[in-house]
């Protein structure tokens, strides 16, 4: 699943909806294989779209996970919604920011819920949220 | 009329596209200009409760519904039909968009209030009780007892998806879902006002042997 996915994400136990630590997920970095997929290109409108939509805290947290520390504490503004009005330093953080988000993929790995502790896994790309029948 | 996806899949284990999937795809169509506006200039985030084959998303995808800055989300139990829904994605050369496919049960493990679109073909037959789950991914029969029966009136898992919208969906959100007339959409739709204030809009409706299929958008005015 790409690095954006984290950020829609939560516990699937119900009684977790009611705590902050549902979301998002804790990633086990040690077990997460990355692998960058350039199957969508950068279209800065869309990114500009989907960084107006994301929980920034939420994509600091599990990019840490992942061994990732660099990113600015706060979430980045632009001088403009326009794209081409954006200037150098913009596009540059737009196209580190869709290697980050749309390109990433987590092809393989674990995560578990901060609040109740049970842990989810990722397959051949795909995550599965579904819970054990005495929990769901 | 807009293209169709190809689709190419083992129909023992997933759901085959037939007339309640392209009637879903007419709704869809029919609203695609009212979706447009809806979400013009803003991110738009899809969920695609039940993709089986992938016909829906994959139709949403090549046609840019509801626009063309969308994620989308394919939301399964059932395994084979997330890796078919990938590998239809493929066949249509939708890699370009930004779609997941997640395995779970409906939206519970989607963040409240981020989705904006929701489609639901649910299992809407008539049966005694909705299947369990089944306990291997090599049971494929049991898979897709899970893709058609409902439960009482075909409404146990539909009525699941409803009385959650107001958690799922976000301020803007609408769905689309499918029903039976043995499901008593008329009656649904009304309870849906009545109990959470939801809008709603029969979109389609087509006879399919001797079933009447309809899909109804339920949405706010806001
Ligand atoms: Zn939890």
Redesign the pocket.
């Known amino acids: 699943m790409k690095f954006l996915t984290t950020n829609f994400l939560k516990?699937?136990?119900r009684t977790?909806d009611t705590?902050n630590d549902?979301f998002p997920l804790q990633y086990d970095g040690s077990k997460c294989e990355l692998v960058q997929d350039e199957s969508i290109e950068l279209n800065p409108e869309f990114l500009l779209n989907i960084l107006d939509r994301v929980d920034w805290d939420a994509v600091l947290s599990v990019a840490a996970d992942l061994g990732n520390t660099t990113l600015p504490p706060n979430k980045p503004v632009f001088s403009s919604t326009s794209v081409d009005e954006l200037n150098e330093d913009e596009q540059a953080v737009l196209r580190d920011l869709h290697v980050l988000l749309v390109q990433t993929n987590i092809v393989e790995g674990e995560m578990k819920?901060k609040?109740?502790?049970?842990i989810y896994y990722i397959k051949n790309s795909i995550p599965n949220l579904l819970l054990p029948p005495h929990l769901a | 009329m807009l293209p169709t996806p190809y689709v190419k899949c083992d129909y023992s284990k997933v759901y085959e596209p037939s007339e309640d999937s392209f009637l879903l795809l007419d709704a869809l169509e029919e609203d695609k200009q009212y979706l447009q506006q809806k979400f013009q200039n803003q991110l738009a985030v899809v969920c695609e409760l039940g993709p089986g084959s992938g016909i829906v998303t994959t139709f949403l995808m090549q046609n840019e519904i509801p626009i063309k800055n969308s994620l989308y989300f394919a939301v399964d139990i059932n395994p084979w039909a997330l890796e078919t829904t990938l590998d239809t994605a493929k066949r249509n050369s939708c890699e370009k968009y930004f779609m997941d496919p997640v395995r779970s049960s409906l939206c519970s493990s989607f963040r409240n209030n981020e989705i904006d679109l929701l489609v639901f073909n649910p299992p809407y037959v008539p049966a005694e009780e909705v299947p369990l789950i089944p306990k291997s991914k090599e049971y494929i029969d049991e898979w897709l007892d899970l893709a058609l029966l409902g439960g009482k009136d075909g409404m146990d898992v539909t009525q699941i998806v409803l009385d959650n919208l107001n958690q799922t969906l976000s301020t803007k959100g609408i769905a689309y879902i499918l029903f039976c007339a043995r499901n008593k959409p008329e009656e649904v739709v009304k309870l849906m006002k009545k109990k959470y204030n939801w809008d709603s809009k029969l979109i389609v409706h087509r006879k399919a042997g001797w079933e009447v299929l309809s899909v109804y958008r339920f949405y706010k005015d806001i």
């Open positions: 516990c699937s136990v977790c705590s549902s819920c609040n109740c502790g049970h």
